[in-house]
């Protein structure tokens, strides 16, 4: 089941991913074909001003990433602390019990993820390997836009 919705958010990701890798790709080769076929300026000013285009790609990519980074963070935090807040409440407090109710827990968990770990192992490897030929891709279909357009 965990496996399944890992596959899950794993796909999900990876869609995600693709549309942003593409919206971004895509809007920065139609901007640059834009500077080039609108001003038609000198090439050592061109460079300046795609410096500041990159720079201004980069710190909204940075921006993005730092934010999904945090709100991963925050939510497993959260569903932590819920976790506890249950068990506390649910029990009354902490007895032997509870601890070696959470200690059964946690070992069955473990064992499960690692009967599944091959399967886990296996979709974290398709994700990386899925981003980057989406990412790449992107990256030559916006190549080829420029080539073709800018002239």
């Keep these: ?14 869609t995600l991913f ?24 000198p090439g050592e000013a061109m460079h300046v001003a795609l410096e500041k285009v990159a720079e201004t790609i980069k710190g909204y990519l940075k921006m993005f ?15 932590a602390f819920d976790a506890v807040k249950q068990a506390v409440s649910g029990s009354g407090g902490f007895t032997k019990e509870l601890l070696a109710g959470v200690v059964e827990q946690i070992s069955t968990w ?5 009967e599944n770990f091959p399967e886990i192992l296996e979709a974290v490897r398709e994700v990386i390997s899925t981003v980057a030929i989406d ?8 190549i080829m836009f420029v080539k073709k357009n800018a002239i």
């Excluded at 693709?18 to 300026?41: P, W, Y």
């Excluded at 473990?110 to 690692?114: E, P, R, S, Y």
């Design 1 to 14: 089941m965990a496996v399944v919705i890992l596959k899950l958010i794993f796909t999900t990701f990876t």
């Design 18 to 41: 693709n549309m942003i890798s593409r919206v971004i790709l895509m809007g920065t080769a139609h901007l640059l074909v834009f500077l080039i076929q609108a001003l038609k300026i």
């Design 65 to 79: 990433f730092e934010q999904i980074v945090y709100e991963v963070l925050i939510s497993l935090m959260s569903t």
């Design 110 to 114: 473990f064992g499960k993820m690692m």
């Design 135 to 142: 990412l790449w891709k992107n990256y030559v279909e916006a």
